[in-house]
């Protein structure tokens, strides 16, 4: 069974950093990747999707990339602001599999 | 104005109480899915559809039951054999089972 990991659960930086988010997975044979994006107390926003057959993805401050040899995805966000406060998932959709495994998250705190 | 709606955006169970949640999308997607998540926790899948009249159990479904009689709605239904139903119910829906998953506001389930 497909395990996806997020590290570190929590993270607080000042306004106007660069950060990178971490998604770790156990089974390196996987369809796609999706980052979401969660408010408190809201539903899931779909940032990017990355197919196994790419590398990365870009959607204006956002930068997603995909090592599927090693498990690994990382969400990087330039030049942060307080807007982008909350909590970030990701997702893996395996080969064999017609469903995604979520991990815990990262709830990321951007202070002014 | 298209999208996914969860209604009630609160809803309270007695004991021994059977409980539906409306989930409803005009986005004409054939898949559909419900999601529970728990306090730092990923969502973990209760029941998915894939197609009009026919649903699969996901990684939970015990103490849950479903129904897809038309393609915009999924409704949950959370019956009194599941001890612990505090939680937060996400539902979802795609194009396909393997595409980009778009997310409801979701429904707060309490226990009085």
């Known amino acids: 069974k497909q395990e996806v990991t997020q590290i570190p659960a929590a993270l607080s930086v000042p306004e106007g950093e660069n950060l990178v988010l971490n998604c770790s997975f156990t089974d390196s044979a996987i369809y796609n990747l999706q980052w979401f994006r969660q408010d408190p107390g809201k539903g899931l926003t779909s940032l990017l999707l990355?197919?196994?057959?790419?590398r990365e993805q870009t959607s204006g401050r956002l930068n997603a990339s995909l090592d599927k040899s090693s498990g690994r995805s990382t969400l990087y966000i330039a030049a942060s602001q307080p807007g982008d406060s909350a909590t970030y998932l990701c997702a893996v959709l395996g080969n064999n599999f017609n469903k995604f495994y979520f991990g815990s998250g990262t709830k990321l705190n951007v202070k002014p | 104005d298209g999208g996914i709606t969860q209604s009630p955006k609160y809803l309270f169970r007695k004991e021994g109480q059977n409980v539906t949640l409306s989930c409803e999308q005009n986005l004409n997607h054939d898949a559909m899915y419900w999601y529970r998540q728990d306090p730092g926790q990923g969502l973990r899948l209760i029941y998915y559809s894939q197609i009009v009249n026919d649903f699969q159990k996901g990684d939970i479904a015990e103490g849950y039951s479903v129904s897809r009689e038309k393609k915009e709605s999924f409704p949950l239904t959370v019956t009194s054999a599941q001890k612990n139903p505090t939680a937060f119910y996400l539902c979802?829906?795609?194009?396909?089972?393997?595409?980009?998953?778009?997310f409801g506001p979701g429904t707060r389930l309490l226990v009085l």
């Open positions: 990355i197919q196994s057959s790419q």
């Open positions: 979802a829906s795609s194009i396909g089972s393997r595409e980009t998953q778009y």
